[in-house]
């Protein structure tokens, strides 16, 4: 048994505590504020700020684990190099976790060392530096913090009045200490896939096949899989995500965002651990889902392969109002229909737009994706959050 000291405790560390127990581990979840979803199905818990790295210091000194798994990006990560100097296993890798804190260093890496077709872009860490990016970059235009998750301070600009906006919701919804944005120049893309990729300790690299999805406000909204597309354009995002997890290092699963034209693919994000549109593969799209193949690499148990078994959607039920202690409606509506599931959070409070649960629903391999997703959709609007 090893001990796991799992640093963020959203839906995503839920679903891996349950897919480590299953494997007979023991996970210390921990996060900013009690109760939060990992907490509730974990061995223990901490509740800590994981930026101020004297408190983590302390909680690792503590618990002593084996092994350390980020699930957010607002980490003091160079203490994370420490103790991975201590031979404590950081996971994937404390460089991974340093790296893709911040845009501006996995963008870096992807694009100036390893040559990798992105979107072109420039960084800015005032308003006055964001105008003249704009200026350089064109109409319209991305602006992302450099370190936040699910899609939280992006938007994009298409007039000048829309500068001070942009400039005011990324910091609003960046993370950490950096005040800084990156912004892309538009790419006219067709559609966005993750493809979940799998490092190991002792074994091949593998891909999980493609996931489609659809944001609003920059966040996940429905999700599927596979992704139709086409099969040179597959080899190419594998091709990327081999070469950007192999230069980060470690074993783990990561979420890789590719953009794919008509003829081309661009990298655009990567996430080393599991990744929020991959919560279609909880209606068993897979032979592993995609917390059981984090699970497995992290513990060094050997993934044979993966492979499709049949196909899913996932569509999010949010949250409309900010309260506490949520209740929820049309859950038996909900699940009316075979093939139709739904998983909720327990998160303990509510804000707008927050994802509180999320809708999955599978058919086999000659299910339509487009029915898939509808029914997925329909589902999930029959749901309601009560604070």
């Known amino acids: 048994m090893k001990k796991i000291l799992l640093l963020g405790s959203g839906e995503l560390g839920k679903e891996f505590v349950i897919a480590c127990q299953r494997l007979g581990q023991y ?17 223990t818990y901490e509740v800590i700020d994981m930026l101020d790295g004297d408190a983590l210091e302390a909680i690792v000194a503590k618990h002593v684990p084996d092994i350390i798994v980020p699930e957010i990006e607002a980490i003091r990560t ?23 804190m911040n845009r501006r260093a996995i963008r870096d890496l992807a694009a100036q060392e390893l040559s990798i077709p992105t979107a072109t872009y420039q960084y800015a860490s005032n308003i006055e530096e964001l105008t003249h990016a704009v200026s350089i970059l064109g109409m319209p235009c991305v602006v992302k913090p450099l370190m936040s998750s699910s899609g939280k301070g992006q938007s994009v600009i298409r007039g000048q009045e829309d ?21 892309e120049q538009w790419i006219d893309f067709e559609y966005e896939i993750t493809l979940l990729t799998v490092t190991q300790q002792h074994g091949p690299t593998l891909f999980c096949p493609p996931i489609g999805h659809r944001q609003e406000r920059g966040d996940y909204q429905e999700s599927w899989q596979p992704c139709l597309m086409k099969p040179a354009l597959l080899a190419q995002a594998q091709e990327m995500a081999a070469q950007v997890t192999a230069a980060l290092g470690g074993a783990g699963i990561w979420g890789v965002e590719f953009f794919i034209g008509k003829d081309q693919v661009w990298f655009s994000e990567l996430s080393p651990r599991p990744h929020d549109t991959g919560m279609v593969t909880l209606a068993n799209t897979q032979n592993l889902n995609q917390f059981e193949l984090h699970a497995r690499a992290v513990l060094g148990i050997p993934i044979p ?21 949520p209740s929820y409606t049309g859950i038996a509506e909900a699940c009316q229909n075979a093939g139709v599931d739904v998983r909720i959070f327990g998160k303990p409070t509510t804000r ?4 509180m649960g999320v809708v999955v629903a599978h058919g086999d391999s000659q299910s339509s994706i487009a029915e898939l997703r509808e029914q997925a959709t329909v589902a999930a609007k029959k749901i309601s959050v009560h604070v």
């Open 305 to 325: 392969g993966v492979s499709l078994v049949q196909n899913g959607a996932s569509a999010v039920v949010l949250a409309q109002s900010e309260g506490v202690k």
């Open 78 to 100: 160079e203490k994370l190099q420490a103790f991975e100097s201590c031979q404590i296993q950081v996971v994937p890798s404390a460089k991974a976790a340093h790296f893709t």
């Open 27 to 43: 996970v210390i979840a921990v996060d900013r504020y009690e109760n939060a979803p990992a907490m509730q199905v974990a061995n």
């Open 352 to 355: 707008p737009y927050r994802r």
């Open 163 to 183: 500068i001070a906006s942009s400039w005011q919701m990324a910091l609003a919804g960046g993370r950490g200490d950096a005040v800084e944005v990156i912004v």
